[in-house]
């Protein structure tokens, strides 16, 4: 398991914590996806019932529908890790987000009760 894979199993773990989130979260089931773009790691978040599910690695395309986060996987790590907000990140050209503009909604929420970011 690669650290970033380590990494995004914690930061689930951290969400399915905070109970706050459960309701935010329920009825929630994006096609949420998290690539490093420079080691082509990709990452297949699944949730439902209010919760992160599971964290699977990946090489299913995203496609065009999905929910997306891309960057390099240090800048990837850095912000599941806490030290960098993402919103800095998304700011600075660091992190690509795409997809539907709920779903965004919804991980601005999750950084939010998760790192007060």
């Known amino acids: 398991m690669s650290r970033l894979h380590e990494l995004l199993r914690g930061f689930a773990g951290r ?10 979260l329920a009825g929630w089931t994006p096609d949420f996806f998290i690539e ?22 990946t090489t299913a395309d995203p496609g065009d529908e999905a929910l997306l986060l891309r960057g390099d996987a240090a800048v990837l790590e850095r912000i599941f890790t806490g030290m960098l907000s993402p919103l800095g990140a998304y700011t600075d050209g660091q992190l690509e987000v795409y997809g539907n503009p709920k779903d965004q909604i ?5 950084a939010l009760v998760v790192w007060g970011a």
């Open 106 to 110: 919804k991980l601005d929420v999750i």
């Open 15 to 24: 969400v399915n914590a905070q109970a706050s989130l459960r309701t935010t």
């Open 36 to 57: 490093a773009r420079d080691t082509g790691d990709i990452f297949q978040v699944r949730c439902a019932r209010g919760q992160v599910e599971d964290v699977l690695r």
